[in-house]
């Protein structure tokens, strides 16, 4: 028989292990929810990053295209003999993503377009009554996007109308037709069943959802009110065109089925104000983790069992325990702290994107502005100086042709580092003699390298082997490469052009000793837009593309690039070629 001061030991101790039982219990419960919501908001913030990056993606693919459309309607060089049909399909193929593209003649007549058994030649809008998006353009004189409209083929798609001017003087319109199943591709999620993706237009109407297919022009909060609750409140954010994150319950006959995370960002394009959003279950959140409530779990257990039957090494079970989970939370923070600092990294990156964005958008600005000057002046005086002489009005001419064929390669620039990027440049490779291909980069330069009174010397060795390459892209990379170097040296320089003869290929160099270049300018020389003087003061022009041109050219037929410099002794460029 146990005396009563023992029974009241064994209760107090009872007592004891109970209410350390019960901490330990409510310690991992409140473990459990403390790093649910860690990780819950650190999974919505990688959520809104994909969402971001995939609006970006949809937002910069469909301002690019239609920018290529506005490059030629601002070409103001009059409407081509074959109606712009050359220049429509040159814009099918780069943007990869248009249904068709058509031209509309001031009259409203649809006079050429690009696929042409999609192009319903001669259709006039005004007899067909579908005037209306034609005379707003042409009355406002701005890009206009249409809503998604059902097409002839029963699909969806977006009109893309471009107004054309000449001197002023409207010429007619581009017509370009995005259809909707293009663009899913940009968006759908196909990460996991559970998680779907819809997109918004700026009245809150579903344009798409993954969930299912719903009524044309239907609120999506009406859609789904009787379904959810607190997603009316996001949808009203997404319309503000904000972005963020959010989450809302999914109910069924009045019950709570689940909590649904959601992400969401804009998208402009032209007038057109959009919102992509993502959602998933906040089940997701759960399945990340359970390994460490499996962990915090049999801790729990563990401490419990040890306290129940070894009581007198209660202390050091719990003080274990206590850095073990200090440990885990330090790994998870770690872990936190290094994803942070990649989203950090990606932000960085995006903001120098856009920075290089801007500071294109100025030099081309700069470059077309500057040509338009040159041939606005010679054809005002030309057009006030009836009876000027022969030569003087032949000189005139021969500024405004200069320029003209600056602006064109300015474009045919452009249309290059669009075929690089999306895999599109193709090459007709042939046997080249390399002495020859030389000799024509130099006849094309020749005037520019009179003008600076510039050495070229060009060491070939003897027998030197035919490449295996496109010749008139061999060219296009000399009279870059030729190009800079004059520039970018003083009058009365030199330039050398080294050819080795080593192995499989030949290695070739283009050496100046020009300005020369600094150790962060050659890390960067050619990333495209680059330029190591991108202000609107600068004394040498160009658009900053030609050497990221000259890289996809030698690196798309299997040779590398590389550049070294020095500043104030000039700078060498090398390269190789297959025999």
Same mark, same amino acid.
């Given at each position: ?11 107090? /101790? ?52 239609? /920018? ?35 031209? +509309? %003649?001031?009259? @409203? ?48 798609? =977006? ?10 003087? *409207?010429?007619?319109?581009? #017509?370009?037709?995005?259809?909707? %199943? ?10 996991? =069943? ?114 129940? *039957? ?6 050091? #079970? ?41 500071? *294109? ?25 009836? =009876? ?45 003699? #390399? ?41 296009? +990379? *000399? ?13 009365? @320089?030199?330039?050398?052009?080294? +050819? ?5 290929? /030949? ?17 960067? #020389? ?16 160009? %658009? ?36």
């Amino acid at each position: 028989m146990w005396n009563r001061k023992s029974r009241w030991n064994l209760i107090l /101790l009872a007592v004891v292990v109970l209410l350390l039982i019960s901490s330990i219990f409510f310690l991992w419960m409140r473990t459990n929810l403390e790093v649910r919501s860690v990780v819950e908001e650190q999974y919505q913030n990688q959520q809104l990053s994909l969402t971001r990056q995939i609006a970006d993606n949809i937002e910069k693919t469909l301002n690019e295209r239609v /920018l290529l459309l506005e490059v030629i309607a601002k070409k103001d060089t009059g409407v081509p003999p074959d109606n712009y049909l050359s220049d429509l399909k040159s814009v099918y193929d780069v943007a990869g993503i248009f249904y068709v593209v058509e031209y +509309v %003649s001031e009259d @409203g007549t649809i006079v050429s377009g690009y696929p042409e058994e999609n192009v319903p030649i001669g259709l006039n809008l005004y007899d067909s009554n579908q005037y209306g998006a034609f005379e707003m353009v042409k009355e406002s004189g701005e890009v206009y996007v249409t809503d998604p409209l059902k097409l002839i083929e029963g699909n969806y798609g =977006s009109f893309i109308w471009v107004p054309v001017y000449e001197g002023g003087e *409207f010429r007619g319109a581009f #017509i370009a037709i995005v259809q909707e %199943s293009d663009l899913k591709s940009r968006y759908v999620v196909e990460s996991n =069943s559970s998680s779907y993706a819809y997109l918004l237009d700026n009245r809150g109407r579903v344009l798409y959802s993954d969930q299912g297919d719903y009524p044309r022009r239907t609120s999506y909060a009406e859609i789904m009110a009787s379904t959810s609750s607190g997603l009316s409140n996001i949808i009203a954010e997404q319309v503000n065109g904000t972005e963020g994150n959010g989450k809302y319950l999914i109910l069924e006959n009045g019950s709570l089925v689940e909590e649904r995370l959601v992400s969401y960002s804009p998208i402009e394009w032209y007038n057109q104000k959009w919102s992509l959003a993502i959602t998933s279950p906040s089940s997701e959140v759960d399945r990340l983790i359970v390994s460490v409530y499996l962990k915090l779990f049999i801790v729990a257990v563990v401490s419990v069992l040890f306290i129940v *039957f070894v009581s007198s090494f209660l202390v050091i #079970i719990l003080f274990n325990w206590s850095k073990s989970l200090e440990k885990e939370v330090d790994e998870k923070t770690q872990e936190l702290k290094e994803s942070n600092e990649s989203l950090k990294a990606a932000n960085s990156k995006l903001k120098e994107l856009d920075r290089l964005k801007t500071e *294109f958008l100025s030099v081309v600005s700069h470059e077309l502005k500057t040509p338009l000057t040159a041939m606005k002046t010679s054809s005002e005086f030309l057009r006030e100086n009836d =009876s000027c002489d022969i030569p003087l009005k032949n000189q005139m001419l021969d500024i405004v042709i200069r320029n003209i064929d600056r602006q064109s390669r300015m474009v045919d620039d452009l249309l290059d580092i669009s075929r690089i990027e999306s895999e599109r440049m193709k090459f007709h490779q042939e046997p080249v003699d #390399i002495g020859e291909t030389i000799r024509m980069s130099l006849e094309i330069l020749d005037s520019f390298i009179k003008e600076k009174d510039m050495a070229v010397l060009v060491n070939l060795p003897d027998n030197l082997p035919v490449v295996n390459t496109d010749r008139d892209k061999l060219v296009q +990379v *000399f009279v870059n490469l030729l190009n800079n170097a004059v520039k970018f040296s003083k009058k009365g @320089g030199r330039i050398d052009i080294n +050819v080795v003869d080593e192995d499989d290929y /030949l290695r070739v160099s283009v050496v100046d000793d020009g300005i020369g270049m600094g150790t962060e300018e050659i890390e960067r #020389i050619f990333d495209k837009f680059y330029q190591i003087d991108s202000t609107s003061t600068r004394k040498v022009g160009g %658009s900053g593309l030609g050497l990221s041109i000259v890289k996809g050219i030698i690196e798309g037929q299997g040779g590398t690039i590389t550049a070294s410099s020095e500043e104030g002794k000039g700078s060498t460029f090398t390269f190789t070629l297959k025999k």
